[in-house]
């Protein structure tokens, strides 16, 4: 008995080393991708997209393309979080520019 | 999944904005837009803080802030890397349209010695208009197609336009239109503002850096800095215009700039020359 719960324990770590661990799925990408251009879309309102935001998402398509959705999955977060943070830099500096105004 | 690079990278660009709002926090806001009062600031924050450098020598950007850059300078004037430009410019200035008329007849006083009165605000349209802008009307106007605004013809044809006014003092007008004021107010807020995932805002580089390095450029002062356009730039490996040297500084601070004559882009020029009054027209120049 105890050999065969061994056994079956070892097969289960077996299978699930074997199975790569987290892989992005095409619905993964497609979802931060989304979520990536949403942002970038709110960027280009305040007109303060960033070139870094832009090559992510280009790398995400890219990567995509190529069927490798771990890679396109990461980089479209990496846009959605750059995005994120001109929005919030855009925000803040509609007052702040004032503080670095000559007088 | 590389969680931890976007955390760290997003984090990145958070702290910055953060941190550089903070080390600014201690100069106060005014509230109303007094654009004598601005220039008069602008030119006394630059004098005070360079008071070896002549009053009209701010217009040749690094060059009057370091002393070799300035030796090697004078001797490429000798030779100047944008004389091809000018003399095309001067060529194609002269050269009819299709329909016979010519450059001189879009302008005031036929073009000639104009550059320092640009960009001015037009009441009608509500807006302002640089010189590069009424150069492509000018064309279009007259059934030929619009140059590129940042470089080659555009860059030959203000060039000249600039060689004409060179030693004429900076006349820009704010007219009693409350647009006219805005737009102003616009490109100051855009000069200050700041933008691309280096956080840098043009105030960054030219107001609070001038003369120091960044890479192996020289950075000049904001005081006089479009003067002396259009410019042969060796970076370049050629000739730009205004709107080049807006649309480069963007993307250096990793910025996606903005289409090139767009209203931002307009007012800034507005606000950088009526703040550079009085300072002579030095235009076309080269930088390194």
């Known amino acids: 008995m105890s050999m065969t719960r061994n056994t079956l324990l070892a097969l289960v770590l077996l299978m699930a080393s074997a199975m790569p661990a987290l892989a992005a799925s095409e619905a993964d990408y497609k979802t931060a991708f989304a979520a990536a251009e949403t942002a970038e879309k709110q960027a280009d309102q305040l007109r303060n997209k960033w070139t870094t935001t832009e090559a992510h998402l280009a790398a995400a398509k890219k990567a995509a393309s190529s069927g490798d959705f771990d890679a396109a999955t990461a980089a479209a977060k990496e846009a959605e979080a750059l995005a994120k943070a001109s929005i919030f830099q855009a925000t803040s500096e509609k007052e702040r520019w004032k503080d670095l105004e000559i007088h | ?288």
Request: with cysteine.
């Open chain 2, 1 to 288: 999944m590389r969680v931890r690079p976007i955390l760290l990278s997003a984090a990145a660009a958070l702290a910055m904005a953060a941190l550089a709002s903070i080390a600014a926090s201690a100069i106060a806001a005014p509230d109303q837009v007094d654009p004598a009062a601005d220039a008069k600031a602008f030119k006394k924050y630059f004098t005070d803080k360079f008071p070896k450098v002549k009053l009209e020598d701010f217009v040749n950007g690094p060059y009057s802030m370091n002393e070799d850059m300035r030796k090697q300078w004078q001797e490429k004037e000798e030779f100047p890397p944008y004389e091809f430009a000018l003399e095309a410019g001067k060529e194609m200035f002269g050269k009819p349209f299709k329909n016979g008329k010519t450059y001189a007849d879009c302008f005031p006083n036929g073009g000639i010695g104009i550059r320092q009165n640009y960009p001015y605000f037009d009441e009608k349209e509500g807006k302002v208009v640089t010189l590069e802008l009424a150069l492509n009307r000018c064309r279009e106007a007259n059934g030929e197609q619009p140059y590129s605004y940042v470089k080659d013809e555009m860059a030959s044809l203000t060039a000249y336009m600039a060689y004409t006014s060179r030693g004429k003092p900076m006349d820009i007008k704010i007219p009693g239109d409350p647009r006219a004021l805005e737009a102003y107010e616009n490109g100051k807020r855009y000069f200050y503002t700041r933008r691309g995932q280096l956080n840098f805002s043009c105030a960054t580089c030219h107001v609070q850096s001038p003369g120091e390095r960044i890479r192996a450029e020289i950075l000049a002062p904001a005081y006089g800095i479009l003067n002396a356009m259009p410019i042969y730039r060796s970076e370049w490996n050629g000739m730009g215009t205004i709107s080049r040297r807006f649309v480069s500084c963007n993307s250096q601070t990793r910025a996606v700039p903005l289409e090139p004559q767009s209203d931002e882009y307009r007012d800034l020029e507005y606000f950088l020359s009526y703040v550079a009054n009085g300072l002579p027209i030095a235009g076309p120049g080269a930088r390194p």
